[in-house]
């Protein structure tokens, strides 16, 4: 089935299964670009929807992936305590640079590089979650307890309230 997905989406699909993950990646007719969109396409909630959202440490300049629940905003002050170090803007080029993936189908797993991730913890109140996979038209169906499985990602309170 991977020969039927686009390259970036068969890169996920083939990071999925060397994390020895047995989810399933699909490429949609429908943009999935955003967390409501995509929650059209799949059709479930929001807040079911994985945002990949890859901030950037002001004075280390490392790339630091927050798994955010598509019903919330990040709230940038507690992810500065969480990772020790103001946050700087992350452009549409050093998402690229540092993921592999363009903004709208940043996954949580498949980058260039391992990144620092931190979880929204009002993902764990679903079973089950959608996270993009490479492409705005790709995503994959997994469990909240998957996602800190692949990513190794510390589960916190980030949302903006």
Known sequence: MTQELSASARRVQEALQSLGMDLQVVELPDSTRSAVEAAQAVGCQVGQIVKSLVFKG????????????????????????????????????????????????????????????????DLFQYQEIWAAAGTPHAVFRLTPDELAKMTGGVVAAIKQI
């Open 58 to 121: 002001k004075r280390s300049q490392r790339p630091i992936l927050a798994a955010v629940s598509g019903a919330n905003r990040v709230d940038e002050r507690r992810l500065e305590a969480l990772i020790g170090e103001p946050l700087g803007k992350a452009d549409a080029d050093f998402v690229r640079e540092q993921t592999g993936f363009a903004i709208g189908g940043v996954p949580p797993v498949g980058h260039i590089q391992k990144l620092e991730t931190i979880i929204d913890e």
